[in-house]
Each structure stands twice: as C-alpha cells, then as structure tokens.
C-alpha cells in the first residue's frame, strides 16, 4: 500500500502476514497522516502509545509497525503492533511494562515483550501460518521472588 510504504525501515511478509515496519525517523509525520490513519483505521492517540514505549524501552530494537489481515472485515484489517529487531530478523512482539507470577503473585517489573503467537490467540487466525513458532531468543524467565517460571515465553529488554 503507497500510503505506508514511504514511512518504512522494511516490509516483509512474517508469520503469514504483510507487515510494514516503521522507521523512527518518520513517527511524527505517521501522527500527522491524516489520510493514513483514516485508511488505517488508527488515531494518533493509540499510535502514540506505541511510538512511546518503542522509544523507551529499545529505541534501537522494537518498532512500530502495522499488519494487514486481509480475511478480516475492512475496520479491522490493520493491526497496530510492536516488531522486535535481532539481527537480521524482525518479529511480532507484544510489549509489557510488567508480568504478574501466576504462582506467588510477585509483580515482575521490566520492560518485557513476548511473541505475538502467545499474546493473542487468534492474531494469526486466516494465514497460511496459523500456529507459528516461538522464536529461540524468547524464554521463560523465573520469578525472582519465588523461582518459578513465569507462564509465557519473554524477553526482558533490559
């Protein structure tokens, strides 16, 4: 799509879905794409929480991007999330500020994102990938307060 494309850093097909990931030099003129975000069916709003947390938490590693889901009906065609950079690769991160133990109730607090498969249960619903892998570089992290691993795979960006 010619409206999105010339804010890229890359566009790639991952997991089964186009995504477009933008560049941080273009995330203020993306706010002021009113043209965009009506296509998008985004407000400035929304996409400044995501603009924020990827500046803060890994400016150099997590970015904003949007995904198509061409079987979905038109207003929710397009998804706002975050892609994290390792290496050469970019995948679909859900970003946390902090992550509840399930088993003592210890709040962990980082700036943490797991993959997107085990964030949300349908994101991939309709692609050719319904059910892909979680990436090697997620893991399970332990509790500090009681060792136990926490439920999801997870990358504290610190």
């Not at 995330?27 to 995501?50: A, C, G, V, W």
């Not at 803060?56 to 950079?85: D, G, M, V």
């Not at 390792?86 to 679909?92: A, P, V």
Request: contains cysteine; charged residues 20%; neutral net charge.
């Amino acid at each position: 799509m010619k409206l999105i494309e010339k804010y890229c850093l890359k566009i790639g097909y991952i997991d089964g879905l186009y995504t477009y990931i933008i560049s941080p030099q273009f995330y203020d003129h993306i706010l002021e794409d009113h043209e965009l975000l009506s296509h998008l069916k985004k407000s400035p709003t929304e996409l400044r929480t995501f603009i924020k947390q990827a500046r803060e938490a890994a400016p150099e590693q997590l970015y904003l991007a949007f995904t198509h889901h061409p079987n979905r009906i038109e207003n929710y065609q397009w998804s706002t999330l975050h892609c994290f950079k390792n290496g050469e690769h970019f995948y679909h991160v859900f970003f946390r500020s902090s992550w509840l133990c399930r088993e003592c109730g210890h709040l962990y607090q980082a700036p943490i994102i797991m993959p997107m498969a085990e964030a949300d249960a349908i994101y991939y619903s309709g692609t050719k990938d319904n059910d892909p892998a979680i990436p090697s570089i997620f893991r399970k992290i332990n509790c500090p307060n009681c060792g136990k691993p926490l439920q999801n795979h997870l990358l504290d960006l610190h």
